[in-house]
């Protein structure tokens, strides 16, 4: 068995280098790396050539989002399964050796996942736990997503899909600019089995802030939840899963200004799938989100995680 890893590169001149040297060191050596630099302005591709490695390719395509740029990539893959990763995140040395194992004992599944840690600024991480299942378990995930809830099994730096899924799922989206990915991930998981190993492989870099994170809402391209009117009527959990991101769309909407959005979101949110106590933080005024928001952002960057969801 061989991966393709498909590593999406726009600006992060900054974390590039250790990225890559995190996949070098791999225990497992069978693999290629496609990355895609989507427009770059900084010195991002100058540290991706001063690697002299032939396992490495690059290619260039003018700006045009994530989505592109992971299509591009898997239409480039020469291997049957691709291994995800953002350009500043890490793998651990054991992370493709675990997920092949994963492959070898699941080979149905149609995502296979590690478990993955956040890393914060002040140098503390947290490894998240999942809904439903111990933290030493590795194979299907009964429910993944009711297991989803609060954070993802599924993560841009820690899963590997076969090629052949996305002939038959689609393709990202470019036609999303934030949460193409939980799109994707929502789309195979309705479909597939979902494997899960018992081993953390993958660091996401918590404290970095990508451009979209910094994007207002109200400039974002969502996901549009008509898309999954269908499959959430006959799945509660997805209708459930679903919810959760509504109220967080409805959160940022209010804040942004935009009430008629944020209440055409919370509207079509059933009540038993949102805690109590969280949907009371949706009825506070505006400048209250906002003040709540800050400090939510400054216990993030200063290691204490947590979620309004749980």
Not at 244 to 256: D, G, V, W
Request: net charge neutral; aromatic share 14%; glycine share 4%.
């Amino acid at each position: 068995m061989a991966f393709s890893i498909v590593i999406p590169l726009y600006n992060k001149a900054n974390y590039i280098e250790n990225t890559l040297k995190s996949v070098l060191n791999q225990t497992f050596t069978d693999y290629e790396i496609i990355i895609i630099n989507d427009g770059s302005t900084d010195d991002s591709v100058t540290k991706v050539k001063e690697f002299n490695d032939s396992c490495i390719q690059l290619f260039n395509q003018k700006n045009q989002g994530a989505s592109v740029a992971r299509n591009l990539g898997i239409e480039k893959a020469k291997y049957e399964h691709i291994a995800f990763l953002d350009a500043d995140d890490l793998w651990m040395t054991n992370h493709l050796e675990i997920l092949d194992s994963l492959i070898q004992n699941f080979p149905n599944a149609g995502i296979f996942a590690s478990r993955y840690e956040l890393v914060f600024n002040n140098g503390k991480n947290d490894i998240p736990n999942f809904k439903g299942i111990s933290a030493d378990y590795e194979g299907i995930i009964p429910d993944y997503f009711e297991t989803s809830l609060p954070y993802p099994i599924a993560t841009s730096s820690s899963i590997v899909i076969p090629k052949g899924v996305f002939e038959k799922t689609g393709y990202f989206k470019p036609s999303i600019s934030s949460g193409q990915d939980v799109d994707m991930w929502i789309r195979i998981a309705s479909k597939y089995p979902v494997a899960i190993s018992n081993k953390v492989t993958a660091s996401y870099l918590h404290y970095i802030e990508d451009s979209l994170s910094k994007t207002p809402i109200l400039d974002k391209k969502l996901n549009d939840f008509k898309d999954y009117k269908q499959e959430e009527e006959s799945n509660p959990s997805l209708k459930k899963y679903l919810d959760t991101y509504r109220l967080e769309y409805a959160l940022q909407y209010k804040i942004a200004g935009n009430d008629k959005k944020s209440k055409e979101l919370f509207k079509n949110i059933l009540k038993e799938n949102i805690p109590f106590k969280t949907r009371l933080i949706y009825f506070l005024p505006r400048f209250v989100l906002i003040f709540l928001l800050k400090i939510k952002q400054f216990l993030r960057k200063n290691g204490f995680n947590f979620s309004i969801y749980n």
